[in-house]
């Protein structure tokens, strides 16, 4: 809600409008009129049309205190009645303007009026017409008073409640001249009930004919205050509007209340209590809530509070504050009373935000129609877009797009539509931004036209290239795309570039495009041009061909395609042996020229190679690849199945042949080849590398055909076969060629071949022997290397420091008198092996490190500590008093403890978790695998230290799997920088401070 300025404004209009008569207890405002009712029984009528003013006692005569209960004002206010409650009972007056003097109801006596319907269609200054009264007992009257009789013309009993007997609260009275009558409808509201009554003729009637039905009624939640006046909503023509909506969509029948809505009171609580208002008022689009002293204006479609009202209250009146609220929906103005003083609510503009309302709430429609300008409707297609265009809907975003001319630019919507590739939903907004502009933007007219005509012929390529499966589902929309083409150039014809359309529809191939479009612009030459060439191309041809042919390739932009009925209608006719083929000329220039990729022109220059008597130009067309140096393009364009079936029909067996060993149906084209010529078929089987059965099946294919066609002696067709196994190259052996001889062939002819054959043999079984020989020495020489590894051992210095390299190894089981412990080394690759433990028959532990520096890495303890005061890792004990140690080939020996935690720190996060996992579950299995000091095993502890050993097992390979100051450790620390981060308090110890000793020197004056 724009806050610039407020759309209610409070102003006093009296401070003291009783004159003295008296408090206000009622009051009621129509046409510029404002009526009072005071505690002293007068009524205070204060019209402001004309600045006229006059008071009225209702309780002269009257013994006792009276006092105004209701006054009401019908909406010309001419008419007033009120009711005046005290001692003696209830009365209701009526009085006009233009009277001095009330006309008391007698037929109300004793009776409270709390609802006045005014029949606001008919009503005139002179007559009130039919009026419905409501009572605090459940009843309804009906009176008609007219000004010149100075009394009622009738008061009418028109109905009761008996099922469920309360007061009228609220009653509302609209009517409809129909044809046959005059129609009515009547709402009434009670503290639980809303009725509705409806019926066409007189007023009485109406209400006589719900004796014989059911009264139609909605069930409130709730009790409506005495105290609280209920109005109603509805909508009419020339009408304010209030609580519920009273418009029918069956004005003939008896349920015409729609639209009900109840506004909850526990949004307008600023605490947990809720507080209910006290009086109310309704405007176009806001409620006018009292609560307290102030009033709280909420939007009626948001239900939103926008305002709060106050009031300037005079100190007694502070202690009641402001009794109630009512309108003037003549004047459209709203009024508040306390005890003394009126105040004026004046609305401004009150509809001005009701668009930003609308669009909050998704209502767009309502919100256009509340729009007052330009840049308010495209802020609201603004969002109606975005809402499209997020839920990919980009042919509605388009048309909303489209509508926008001030708040977002041409360019951002368009490169929002090329950023998702959108080009259907870009041709869309352009068309409908081509709608908006107006004849003087010509420059941008014919910019976009193009650029549509473009997105058009790129749609209409795009169908074009769809992949076979969903020809027949584009069918439909390529011709309904083509028709809107052809549409959109007619519309367009006058503002598009004639020069610059023609290049784009010639680049996209569209010649019937381009040829309807010149008829559009009246380019007859181009059209008749284009029924030269196509059109009359048969006759052309057969007139004169060379001519004809020469006048095609001269042309550009031809459609080869199109031409072919005028080629074939050609071909199918006699010519001599030398005349030149004009045809096939064109075809080959087609082709190799223009390298045109038509199936139906390849296969055409195909089948016309095929009737010619010599095949050498068939096969060197088939053998031309045209489309290679493609991406992911083919190798030829014709159709592969109907060359196979026009050569067969021609007898081109070569061709066959060819074309089966294209398609790799090579058993196919050996077959055929042998047919037609033995060597063809050596070549064809020759063509298969990549399988060798299906090579050696193929030429034994061709030895089978070779041995059963020779014509020679016996001995003379051997020879022949023997030296056919050596064109092969060693693929086929004379074994394989035995079976296709006669079982009483002498073995005496293939001697030769045999023995060959067995040699070739014993050379593969003594090349096997050699192997297998091989093989066997290596595993020996594997099983001493395994043994010479189970007799390796280590002998450390008993000074030696943790992280030294003063270390002794041998094979013969020697040491020093230092103690040793089971542990693990590595050979010179870094890779751990396990040495013999000459103190203890148990495995090493080993554990965890410092830092990754290699220098500071060790503890510089003695290796061999026998001092009690080393913690021990988890999952390890010691062998006796020595802390558990790895000792590696290189002479490196550390605490397991610091090499653990060394590597723990270095290496990667993930093996670093790995280790210390392994550590966990070594300490989880706890003393059920650990040793006694003698080195023996508990015997509860069997299964335990079975798992143990795999642990330590995985824990020796993580972090002894090479040395820490050899291996790949500390080679990646050379990238590190030489002074860590974390030690920047050491670096600035070393910072050399420059002092001020000057003034402390003596100038000391040398001797000359």
Known sequence: MDHARQVFTVDLLERYATKGRGVITAMAAGNDVIVLGTSKGWVIRHDFGVGDSYDIDLCAGRPGEQSIHRVFVDPGGSHCIATVVGAGGAETYYTHAK???????????GLVVNAVAWNRQQITEASTKEVVLGTDNGQLYEIAVDEKDKREKYIKFIYELKELPEAFMGLQMETASLGSGTRYYVMAVTPTRLYSFTGIGLLETVFASYLERAVRFMELPGEVPNRQRTTFLYQAKKSDTFCVAFRSSNPNGDNFVENKALLDYSKLSEGSEVVKPTSMA??????LLLIGNKVKVVNRISEHIIEDLHFDLTSESASRGIIGLCSDATAGLFYAYDQNSVFQVSVNDEGRDMWKVYLDMKEYAASLANCRDPFQRDQVYLVQADAAFSSRDFQRAAS??????????FEEVTLKFISVGEQDALRTFLLHRLDNLTKEDKCQITMISTWATELYLDKINRLLLEEDSAVENHGVEYQSIIQEFCAFLSDSKDVLDEATTMKLLESYGRVEELVYFASLKEQHEIVIHHYIQYKFAPDLIALDAYETVESWMGTKNLNPRKLIPAMMRYSSEPHAKNETHEVIKYLEFCVHRLHNEDPGIHNLLLSLYAKQEDDSALLRFLQCKFGKGRENGPDFFYDPKYALRLCLKEKRMRACVHIYSMMSMHEEAVALALQVDPELAMAEADKVEDDEDLRKKLWLMVAKHVIEQEKGTKRENIRKAIAFLKETDGLLKIEDILPFFPDFALIDDFKEAICSSLEDY????????????????????IRNDINALAQRYAVIDKDEDCGGINVEAGADGSAEESSMT????????????????????????????????????????KILNVGGDYRMSRGYTSVGPIAPFYVFPCGHAFHSECLIAHVTRCTTESQAEHILDLQKQLTLLGDGARKDLNGSMFEDSVSSTTNADKLRSQLDDAVAGECPFCGELMIREISLPFILADESREVNSWTIKPTNNLLNLRSISLPS
Request: proline share 1%; aromatic share 8%.
């Open 282 to 287: 309704v405007s176009e689009f806001h409620f």
């Open 762 to 781: 014993n050379k593969q079984i003594e090349e096997l022997k050699q192997e297998m020989n091989d093989a066997t020495h290596g595993a020996d020489n």
């Open 822 to 861: 089971d542990h693990r080394g590595a050979d010179a690759a870094g890779n751990s092996k396990k040495v013999r433990d000459f103190s203890s028959k148990d495995e090493s532990s080993r554990m965890v490190s410092v830092t990754c520096s290699g220098n500071e890495l060790v503890c510089r303890r």
């Open 99 to 109: 009277w001095s003097k009330p006309r008391v109801l007698g037929r109300l006596k």
């Open 400 to 409: 909303f797009y489209a509508k926008i001319n001030y708040i977002l630019s």
